[in-house]
């Protein structure tokens, strides 16, 4: 159910962990500050340090809490797994260790890349 707009709901993700994909820019950037700005810690991922370091910067300076990743998820000499694991199951890890409450995959980088059918 929507609410209606002469109705005001405070939402709040105080106290969750999100996991933005694709943070450097456009539509990324604005999810991550989003859930910041709702109150959540915001994990922010993508390929380009600078970009990242400057959404961080961002969110800090506007009194959330964030932490960059940097890897490019389609190249798997970054991780110091097996080649037969895909993107997904790197995802999967990720959400799990850490405790991500709030996923938003926003990549460009295919879901299947690395999987053999």
Request: aromatic share 4%; net charge positive; hydrophobic share 40%.
């Given at each position: 159910m929507i609410p209606s707009p002469a109705r005001q709901?405070?939402?709040?993700?105080?106290?969750r962990l999100a996991l933005v994909t694709g943070a450097g820019g456009g539509?990324?950037?604005?999810?991550?500050?989003?859930?910041?700005?709702?109150?959540?810690?915001?994990?922010?991922h993508g390929r380009d340090r600078g970009r990242l370091e400057a959404v961080v910067a961002e969110l800090v300076d506007a009194g959330g809490y964030a932490k960059a990743i940097?890897?490019?998820?389609?190249?798997?000499?970054?991780?110091?797994?097996?080649k037969q694991r895909s993107v997904r199951s790197t995802y999967s890890s990720?959400?799990?260790?850490?405790?991500?409450?709030?996923?938003?995959?926003?990549?460009?980088?295919?879901?299947?890349?690395?999987?053999?059918k």
């Amino acid at each position: 159910m929507i609410p209606s707009p002469a109705r005001q709901v405070s939402r709040t993700l105080t106290g969750r962990l999100a996991l933005v994909t694709g943070a450097g820019g456009g539509l990324g950037h604005a999810i991550a500050r989003s859930l910041a700005e709702t109150g959540a810690e915001v994990v922010v991922h993508g390929r380009d340090r600078g970009r990242l370091e400057a959404v961080v910067a961002e969110l800090v300076d506007a009194g959330g809490y964030a932490k960059a990743i940097v890897v490019d998820l389609e190249d798997e000499s970054a991780f110091a797994i097996p080649k037969q694991r895909s993107v997904r199951s790197t995802y999967s890890s990720v959400m799990r260790v850490y405790a991500i409450d709030v996923p938003s995959l926003n990549s460009t980088a295919p879901l299947s890349a690395g999987c053999s059918k």
